[in-house]
C-alpha cells in the first residue's frame, strides 16, 4: 500500500512517545475482510481526497497496561480506552500529517474515533484495501488495520 | 498573585486529567472543562479563562471553529492548539484565525505547562 510506510514510522514514534516502551513489527499482510477483536478496538476514520480508516486491535488486559503506564492514574476500563482511543487517532494522525506534507493534494483529515469493546465481536470493512501490521509490546501484542478505498 | 484560570477541551478523558494534573501541580486552577467546541464556546463564556488548551478534532464543532468562534467576541483570547495532526494547511488555516500557538501531539504535561507560561508572560 501506497501509505503503509508513513503509519509504520507513526506507529513507533508515538507508541514510544506515550508509553516509554519499544514495539516491534512483526509481520505485514494484506487484511482480512473481516476482523474478530481481541477485546478492544479503535476504528479512526480518514476523509478527504482519499477515504479510508485505521483500526487498532489489542486485548483489553493489554489496554489498561499501557493506560497505567502512561499514567498511574488512568487505572480503570473506561479511562484506558480512551487512552488506546487517543493513542490510535495520534498515530494515525502523525501519518496522515507527514502524507499531507509529503504527497501533494491529499488533503486528509481525520474522523474522532469509534471504540468498541466486547468479546466476541467481529467488525468488517467491505471495499477497502487493507494492510494489516503486527506489533509484539511487553504488554502483549497489537495489530494496525489500515484501509484505503482503491490504494 | 491569583491563580491563572485554565480550560481544557479535548473530546478525550485521558487528555483532560493528564493536562489537569500538571496545571495543578503548577498552580493553574482548571476552571472549565469541555468535550467539543460547542461545549468550549460556552464555558469560555461563563468563565472567561485566563488560557484555553483546544483540541481540533472533536464531535459536534471541531476546535478550529471553536475557536474562531471565541475570538471573533475575545479577540484577546490565549487559546493553545492541540493536535494529533499538524501539515502546513492545517497550521495555515489555525492561524488565519489567530491561533499562534500550536502543539503536536503526544506531548508531556511539562510541554503544556511551559507552553502556557510563555503564553501568559
Redesign the interface.
Known amino acids: 500500500m501506497e501509505y503503509i510506510e508513513y503509519f509504520k514510522e507513526s506507529i513507533k514514534e508515538?507508541f514510544e512517545?506515550?508509553f516509554d516502551e519499544n514495539i516491534t513489527l512483526d509481520s505485514e499482510n494484506p487484511a482480512p475482510g473481516w476482523i474478530e477483536s481481541k477485546g478492544v478496538a479503535v476504528v479512526v476514520g480518514i476523509t478527504g481526497v482519499k477515504k479510508g480508516r485505521v483500526l487498532v486491535d489489542m486485548p483489553i488486559s493489554t489496554a489498561l497496561e499501557l493506560?497505567v503506564k502512561?499514567?498511574s492514574?488512568?487505572n480503570n476500563e473506561?479511562?484506558a480506552l480512551?487512552?488506546i482511543?487517543?493513542f490510535c487517532?495520534?498515530a494515525?494522525?502523525?501519518a496522515?500529517?507527514a502524507i499531507?506534507?509529503n504527497c501533494g493534494q491529499s488533503?486528509l483529515?481525520?474522523?474522532?474515533p469509534s471504540i468498541f469493546s466486547g468479546t466476541n465481536a467481529r467488525i468488517f470493512s467491505p471495499g477497502l484495501k487493507s494492510a494489516m501490521l503486527s506489533y509484539t509490546t511487553t504488554f502483549g501484542k497489537i495489530d494496525f488495520h489500515i484501509g484505503f478505498e482503491g490504494v | 498573585m491569583s491563580c491563572k484560570k485554565l480550560m481544557i477541551v479535548d473530546?478525550?478523558?485521558?487528555?483532560h486529567?493528564?493536562i489537569e494534573?500538571a496545571a495543578k501541580a503548577n498552580g493553574y486552577e482548571v476552571c472549565a472543562h469541555a468535550k467539543n467546541g460547542d461545549e468550549a464556546v460556552k464555558q469560555f463564556e461563563q468563565t472567561l479563562p485566563d488560557v484555553v488548551t483546544m483540541d481540533i478534532?472533536?464531535?459536534i464543532k471541531d476546535g478550529l471553529t471553536a475557536s474562531k468562534d471565541i475570538l471573533s467576541k475575545y479577540p484577546n483570547a490565549k487559546i493553545l492548539m492541540l493536535?494529533?495532526?499538524?501539515?502546513?494547511?492545517?497550521i495555515n488555516e489555525a492561524k488565519s484565525i489567530g491561533i499562534t500557538r500550536f502543539i503536536?501531539?503526544?506531548f508531556k504535561g511539562e510541554d503544556i505547562i511551559n507552553e502556557i507560561n510563555n503564553m501568559l508572560q
Open positions: 508515538t512517545m506515550m493506560a502512561m499514567d492514574e488512568l473506561d479511562l480512551y487512552t482511543a487517543e487517532n495520534i494515525s494522525g502523525g496522515i500529517t499531507n506534507n488533503a483529515r481525520l474522523v474522532t | 473530546d478525550s478523558p485521558a487528555i486529567l493528564i494534573k478534532t472533536m464531535p493536535s494529533a495532526m499538524g501539515d502546513e494547511e492545517l503536536r501531539k503526544p
